[in-house]
């Protein structure tokens, strides 16, 4: 099969096209042909040595794909090759043949090409798990997303707006990525290399501050949202892209009774990602069928130019998703 490698690692220059033998799925695993492969910044990670694939899984960079089930490790689950799936894997979706557990493979949407499809899983279940269920997001609430113009940013802006937030700000690069931003429901799109997010915040909820922070940046904006969090609040901590070191005045934690937490998706066991599929599904998945919570795409790659789909997203210049044709 044809599959992107990269190995050992280091810039773009290092992504190379080759042949590689098909996976075989163990049991409890599904082989999937793959139509499209989502491209992640966990993925640029990987690339670079920060972010090492499970001893299990492939060393191939990609954790979301769609396509078709080609075959099954047990035949309890031989009824399930020919269906279309999206599937969150452990690694290697930018091939032609990648095998997940088959608790994370989920059915399209009806109405969703797998162009579209292939966005969703690693995108959010992220999501999901960090703005709803540890971010515990509820109506009538703040909340601040960093990086609004992203992947996870415009995913997140969309499901904050469905869970009833009050106010949704959020930072981007430029005003037509605020313009995106609004246009999907965020309230305030700060441009954040001329505004300061602390200000405008505490100045549009009058000092109260906001109720939740989804981060992806990191380094000195997190002594920031110490400040910018209201009373109860809590910061999610989902990436590191200004550094993973700061200076933080610990006392706001207890005169403002804050939390500070985080995850990432990959580290977690099978049976959590399989019960945040089974959320994902009930929860997401008739919205997506009534034409809402959409995936932005704002690129598409064949596989053999996954080295200019990585440049872009370095870039920071998309706004949405970055997506591999693979076998459409």
């Given amino acids: 099969m044809r599959a992107i490698d990269h190995r050992p690692g280091g810039d773009v220059s290092c992504i190379r096209l080759t042949d590689l033998e098909a996976p075989t799925p163990r049991a409890g695993e599904l082989a999937i042909r793959v139509s499209y492969a989502g491209v992640n910044r966990p993925d640029l990670l990987q690339r670079l040595g920060q972010y090492p694939a499970p001893p299990d ?46 608790a994370h493979c989920l059915p399209i949407p009806r109405g969703l090409d797998l162009r579209t499809a292939a966005c969703l899983p690693e995108t959010m279940l992220t999501v999901w798990a960090n703005l709803i269920e540890r971010g515990q997001l509820r109506a009538g609430q703040r909340v601040l997303i960093h990086g609004g113009s992203s992947g996870i940013g415009t995913t997140a802006i969309q499901f904050a707006r469905w869970a009833g937030a ?87 934690l207890l005169v403002k009774r804050l939390t500070l937490t985080g995850s990432t998706l990959r580290a ?50 998309h706004i949405g998703k970055i997506v591999l044709r693979v076998n459409p």
């Avoid at 994902?280 to 795409?297: D, V």
Wanted: hydrophobic share 40%; glycine share 10%; charged share 20%.
């Fill in 57 to 102: 899984a492939s060393p191939l960079m990609g954790l979301e794909v769609s396509g078709e089930v080609i075959s099954a490790g047990n035949p309890l689950h031989q009824h399930l090759v020919g269906t279309r799936v999206c599937a969150l894997t452990p690694g290697g979706g930018y091939a032609e043949v990648v095998t997940a557990p088959v």
């Fill in 166 to 252: 009050q106010q949704i700000f959020t930072t981007v690069g430029s005003p037509e990525k605020a313009l995106v931003c609004s246009e999907l429901g965020a309230h305030r799109a700060i441009l954040y290399k001329t505004e300061d997010f602390q200000q405008i915040i505490k100045d549009e909820t009058q000092g109260e501050g906001v109720h939740l922070v989804l981060d992806m940046v990191g380094g000195p904006y997190m002594s920031k949202h110490l400040r910018c969090l209201a009373p109860d609040g809590r910061l999610v901590q989902i990436g590191f892209m200004a550094g993973s070191e700061a200076t933080l005045d610990w006392s706001l």
């Fill in 268 to 317: 977690r066991s099978h049976d959590e990602k399989a019960r945040l599929c089974k959320s994902l599904q009930t929860s997401i998945w008739p919205e997506l069928e009534k034409g809402r919570l959409l995936p932005l795409i704002h690129a598409e790659f064949p596989l053999e130019d996954a080295a200019r789909a990585h440049a872009l997203m370095e870039s920071s210049s």
